[in-house]
């Protein structure tokens, strides 16, 4: 039977705020501190940095500052976590 829940959502709002954002094996990327005109801005976790800074389009990451996700690159939002889209997929459009 399809799931119609509601709580499987792509568009981030404020209520995200707080979420852990995994990628799309589940790893944790961060969590959400804020949400502004449809993207999501992550405190990274450090030991992700490296790997999420270029296909996420992140440069000289600072630990002090949020970095943004733009609703294109989210999968899927639930009541607990933002799932990013395929490495891959994100890599293949840069």
């Known amino acids: 039977m399809p799931d119609d829940s509601t709580d499987d959502i792509t568009t981030p709002g404020v209520d995200d705020e707080g979420k852990t954002v995994v990628d799309a094996s589940g790893d944790e990327v961060g969590t959400v501190t804020g949400v502004e005109r449809g993207t999501v801005y992550v405190d ?37 976590r933002v799932k990013l889209v395929d490495e891959a997929e994100m890599s293949e459009e840069r």
């Open 44 to 80: 990274p976790d450090p030991s992700t940095v490296d790997r999420f800074q270029s296909v996420l389009g992140w440069s000289d990451v600072d630990e002090e500052q949020s970095r943004p996700i733009p609703a294109d690159r989210i999968a899927r939002i639930t009541d607990e």
